[in-house]
């Protein structure tokens, strides 16, 4: 069972995010980050690995390399949370379900009021 963080906008979709770590943006990094249309720490980490890149000789960069890949899987979801509250979304509830669409249904069950407004 997984944990989803809800986040609305008045007059948008519901947003749901999981929690825990991320296998994907830790092989991807800013590209995943920039999929997720979370812009600045996308740069910021593209620049992170960059200056690691540039800076660090040898095999000390390659460490720095999984290190940062490392904490691009762990906090990535929070600097995708982050970026959706600078958009304007908000913390709305959190929802506990196996998938990502028993976790949709679950807060449209809860909050109907969510989807007032859009065409069925």
Known sequence: MKTWTVHTKAGRTPELLPEGFSLTAMVLGPV?????????PAVLLGCAQVAGHL?????YGLVVSLGLAWICGVF???????SLERRGYAL???VAASSLDLAF????????????????
């Open 55 to 59: 800076l660090v000789p040898g095999a």
């Open 32 to 40: 995943w980050l920039l999929a997720q249309r979370a812009w600045v």
């Open 76 to 82: 990535g979801r929070d600097w995708v949370r982050w």
């Open 92 to 94: 709305s509830d959190v």
């Open 105 to 120: 249904g679950r807060i449209l069950t809860a909050r109907p009021g969510l989807i007032e407004g859009f065409p069925t």
